[in-house]
């Protein structure tokens, strides 16, 4: 009963979506205020209803309700709790719906923190936010409908993905799905001023926050999906330029794009079809990636089973939106006055190298990750493109810009002094490279790409570090801390930003550093692995909740003596008879030993990966700081949601263009 | 600076970058992209000794072979041929035999594939799509039950 609840509120948000979609952009074209001003209490209605729908579902789940065909594919009455219920969005019908509750709580956001916003502009925005939800319920109704029963209910279900019994899994999709379809707001905002022929530094002041949510979530949620692959596959890799990771990263590359040419469009009214069309390519990219997950065109280690149809629906959702708002870019594009000239160095003349390396990083993926499919419907030949092209393309254009970043955030706006910038910077500079060449004569040498990519991450850091103290200490050293206080939070987030950037450079060089040892260990053998030795103490079973493991127990000592036990394992769910890897992992500081068993062999010989990776933590904490600069920015009072009202009232009220 | 200069400056700066950046996915196209070969088409003497690609198909049952120091030995096969591969190192916790696998890695003149890189999957259902067409084209492909994945 619960069930049909679920989809009967789902058919009802599909209702409400058409609704929200149509009427609102019919009121405003017809000057028809009341009309218009229903839009955003259908959005709240909207989202009421999605939600009531999602909770049917995760109470399905929770129940192992295997009359439903979804729980019965990916639950299992053994699993844990927390797996049961982070199970809903761990399949493609259930990860669908978590879409389209996350596409509804945007629209529902905007419709209550946006009071502040022109009613046509609320309007009309949230009419194409919900013209996005109502597609998207549509392919859920139509081709994935999560809640479908089964004439006969098995007894057992078939078990979640092994390898998504993990508490990534609680937080991971839903965190990157915050980002993805957070991205749906700003361009909901862009297709309204488009339409509205508002594209002005009030637009840019209105996306900001939302570009900012959207931002931090698929920072955290691609970071997230990093540490996870990290520690869950056991091959010790972060990052494998898998398909499905390029389709978060391009959206992540424009994302960060449109966040800072946003801020050149607000403060001088600059760049302002850049930024619209920034808008629009990064919720495309959005979407691109859901189709590339989900219609099965790309190998991946995501490999979702899709039939066709699904893949088809999808492709002309992605047709649809991408070219509707491209259609609607080149008619308003005449219209939009380009915005005024500047001079190349200058704040906002970095901003445009930051845009243009980050677009072209994000062109390098994009070429890299469709050209296989590209060749495959031209010629037939089967090609992969993985690591080697990337670190030939999008990995070189982030060094420029990586090396820019301390010198753009000094530069004032308008007219920017690049000397008085770099008199600063060379110690910087000379500080970064001379704390790398001691250490390095220290630790005798490394390759000289992850020296110097250790240079760039200090560089960076110390840049930011520099920008806040140059800042409070402008005027001399006898007011530091009040001045250090009193700095703007905007500020502060930005310095913190680009730490984080520098961080995860260094964490990223110091793999180079890294010790690996693969061998066969028998039980009582000691082997080295960098500066701690490891013992493995025997080979014991164990039996959990739903698996049965192959434990094996080993010590670790550095040079003063036990450190920790360590005991990876190699489990066999019973549901799937499915094995899988646990790494088990010792922190030193930001450092850490990583061991991985393959198979036993002889009873009490086993396979096993160790490795030291030193500093590798710092990959996932630079991004978790970036993120943290952006919940400063966020929390600035002159960038709260919703427009000043010195913006508003520089607006004509109610008129459409044309 | 002049208007004219400004505008010279801002339009050639973005120029010389996007070049830059179109010669760098220009070369990596050509160096750094890697062929998807079945053992049929190996057969074929589609590769030559020492170019890298990735070969994929099933793993022959009863064809995987453990020797010390982690070298494993088996045959990937698509029915119609096979090649021998070797490699060292741990496998990937879904290679079993009779499963589909993408190996990559470089032919040497004996015929034998050295591969550096098993390829893991995240799920067991799941047949990389290249095994699967190969499968298909050599009349070996059986439908699966359709199995959930991954967000």
Known sequence: ?658 | MTRKQKRLAIIGGIGAIIALAMGLILTALRDKIVFFRSPTEVAEGKVRPGDSFRLGGLVLTGSVRKEEGQRVFFTVTDGAKEVKVQYTGLLPDLFREGQGVVTEGKLDGAGTFTATNVLAKHDENYMPREVADTLKKQGHWREDKPGGAKP
């Open chain 1, 1 to 658: 009963m619960i069930v049909e609840i679920g989809h009967f509120a789902l058919i009802l948000a599909f209702v409400v979506s058409l609704f929200q979609a149509i009427v609102p952009v019919w009121g405003a074209v017809r000057h028809d205020g009341a009309l218009v001003r229903l839009a955003p209490r259908a959005a709240l209605l909207q989202f009421a209803l999605v939600i009531v729908s999602f909770a049917s579902l995760t109470n399905a789940y929770l129940n192992s309700d295997f009359s439903v065909a979804n729980v019965f594919q990916n639950s299992h009455t053994l699993k844990p709790l927390i797996y049961k219920w982070s199970g809903v969005w761990g399949n493609h019908e259930g990860s669908m719906l978590l879409w389209v509750l996350i596409l509804a709580l945007f629209g529902a956001a905007v419709a209550l923190f946006s009071r502040r916003l022109p009613d046509d502009m609320l309007g009309v925005t949230l009419a194409v936010q919900s013209m996005i939800a109502a597609a998207f319920m549509a392919f859920l109704i139509f081709t994935s409908n999560p809640f479908l029963r089964l004439a006969n209910p098995p007894f057992e279900g078939r078990d979640l993905n092994p390898v998504l019994q993990d508490p990534g899994l609680a937080i991971h999709p839903p965190l990157l799905y915050l980002g993805y379809v957070g991205f749906s707001i700003v361009f909901s905002f862009a297709a309204a001023a488009l339409i509205l022929g508002r594209v002005d530094a009030a637009f840019a002041r209105m996306v900001r926050p939302w570009t900012l949510v959207a931002w931090i979530a698929l920072t955290l949620g691609i970071a997230m999906g990093s540490y996870w692959a990290y520690y869950e596959l056991g091959w010790g890799g972060y990052w494998f330029w898998d398909p499905v990771e390029n389709a978060s990263l391009m959206p992540w590359l424009t994302g960060t794009a449109l966040l800072h040419s946003a801020i050149v469009m607000e403060k001088r009214e600059a760049l302002k079809i850049w930024t619209i069309l920034l808008a629009v390519i990064t919720f495309s990219l959005s979407l691109l990636g859901t189709f590339l997950v989900r219609s099965g065109v790309l190998t991946s280690v995501h490999a979702f089973a899709v039939d066709p149809e699904r893949g088809l629906f999808i492709l002309f959702i992605l047709i649809l939106f991408i070219g509707g708002s491209f259609a609607l870019f080149a008619l308003r594009a005449n219209a939009m006055r380009a915005g005024t000239l500047f001079s190349p160095v200058s704040r906002e003349g970095a901003l445009v190298f930051n845009n243009l390396f980050l677009s072209v990083a994000a062109l390098a993926v994009f070429i890299g990750t469709l050209y296989p499919l590209l060749l495959e419907a031209l010629t037939g030949a089967k090609i992969s493109v993985g690591a080697p092209f990337f670190n030939l393309t999008a990995v070189p254009l982030m060094i420029p810009l990586f090396m820019a970043i301390p010198v753009g955030q000094k530069l004032a706006w308008k007219r920017g002094d690049l000397a008085g910038a770099m008199s600063r910077l060379w110690w910087v500079l000379a500080l970064a490279v001379g704390a790398v060449a001691g250490v390095a004569s220290i630790v005798s040498g490394g390759p000289a790409m992850a020296l110097a990519g250790v240079a760039l991450g200090l560089f960076l850091v110390l840049g930011a570090l520099d920008e806040l103290l140059e800042r409070a200490t402008r005027g001399g050293w006898e007011r530091f801390f009040p001045r250090l206080f009193a700095i703007p939070r905007s500020n502060v987030a930005m310095a913190l930003a680009h730490a984080g950037v520098g961080l995860m450079v260094l964490g990223i060089s110091a793999t180079a550093f890294e010790k690996e040892k693969v061998v066969s260990v028998k039980a009582g053998e000691t082997i080295t692995v960098g500066d701690y030795s490891l013992t493995l103490n025997g080979l014991t079973t164990q039996t959990g909740p739903n698996y049965n493991a192959l434990v094996a127990r080993f010590v670790l000592r550095d040079g003063t003596g036990v450190v920790a036990e360590l005991n990876p394992a190699k489990r066999v769910y019973v549901g799937r008879q499915m094995p899988t890897s646990e790494v088990a992992r010792h922190r030193a500081g930001l450092s850490e030993v990583y061991l991985a068993i393959g198979e036993t062999s002889g009873g009490d010989r086993v396979d096993l990966r160790a490795y030291y990776k030193p500093y590798v933590l710092l990959i996932w904490l630079g991004p978790v700081l970036m993120a943290i600069g952006g919940l400063l920015s966020l929390s600035d009072r002159r960038l709260r949601v919703g427009v000043p009202r010195r913006a508003r009232m520089g607006m004509p009220q109610g008129s459409p263009a044309e």
